[in-house]
Nanobody, 122 residues
């Protein structure tokens, strides 16, 4: 079971920063690769970033590369998404997700958390 939280508020001006966190219950968090996805109004859900179960490998969508950073703290059962230099097109509901086997390229996930809305004003 996963729950997402925002750190720093859900409304931010373009160029600002926001950090999302996703806390997982259960003792097997460290066995799962984690990912962040987003869904903008009227659009399909899209991949944002993923991180391997030990945090050694990270993957990003081209649209966020260099601006967003995914990280995890297995001792806290938490995965983070640091978002910098936010743009209005980053406005979306953000979801965290988990999978025991990370499929690089498709990033298919098995478990999903509740989303959190991020709004970037111009």
């Amino acid at each position: 079971m996963f729950s997402c939280r925002r750190l720093g508020g859900g409304l931010v001006q373009a160029g600002g920063s926001l950090r999302l966190s996703c806390a997982a219950s259960g003792r097997t968090f460290s066995s799962y690769a984690m990912g962040w996805f987003r869904q903008a109004p009227g659009k399909e859900r899209e991949f944002v970033a993923a991180i391997s179960w030990r945090g050694v490998s990270t993957y990003y969508a081209d649209s966020v590369k260099g601006r967003f950073t995914i990280s995890r703290d297995n001792a806290k059962n938490t995965v983070y998404l640091q978002m910098n230099n936010l743009k209005p097109e980053d406005t979306a509901v953000y979801y965290c997700a988990a999978t025991p086997i990370l499929r690089v390229g498709s990033y298919d996930m098995d478990y999903w958390g509740k989303g959190t809305l991020v709004t970037v004003s111009s």
